[in-house]
């Protein structure tokens, strides 16, 4: 059973720093790619950034661009997602969702396709406002 929770969410003024963490339980880790994705109220869910399981990562999103950074630990089986400037606009709540990769080419890539990804953290909450 896969599990993935999420964690370092908060409330910050615009312009601070948050470094969320997803940490994954079950599953061999190295073997997962992993997807940030957010939601604000009213919104459709969006993809942020996402991580292969050989550290390719992909920005899905313009306004995140030289401001967030996504990583991963396989020691710690852990993906973090490092914002910084943070602006008012970024207030959502931030998922990450994990999928196995199930050729040897998808060890290499990661998807900004919500339906791609098998399992889903119940979300955390990041409030930019100052």
């Known amino acids: 059973q896969v599990e993935v929770v999420e964690s370092g969410g908060g409330w910050v003024q615009p312009g601070g720093s948050l470094k969320l963490s997803c940490v994954q339980s079950?599953?061999?880790?190295?073997?997962?790619?992993i997807g940030w994705f957010r939601q604000a109220t009213g919104k459709a869910r969006e993809a942020v950034q996402c991580?292969?399981?050989?550290?390719?990562?992909?920005t899905h999103l313009n306004s995140v661009k030289g401001r967030f950074t996504i990583s991963r630990d396989n020691a710690k089986n852990t993906v973090f997602l490092q914002m910084n400037d943070l602006k008012p606009e970024d207030t959502a709540i931030y998922y990450c969702?994990?999928?196995?990769?199930?050729?040897?080419?998808?060890?290499?890539?990661?998807?900004?396709?919500?339906?791609?990804?098998?399992?889903w953290g119940q979300g955390i909450e990041v409030a930019v406002s100052s």
């Open positions: 991580i292969s399981s050989h550290e390719t990562t992909r």
């Open positions: 969702a994990a999928v196995v990769a199930k050729t040897i080419d998808a060890l290499y890539v990661c998807s900004g396709d919500a339906s791609d990804y098998d399992h």
């Open positions: 079950g599953g061999t880790f190295n073997y997962y790619s």
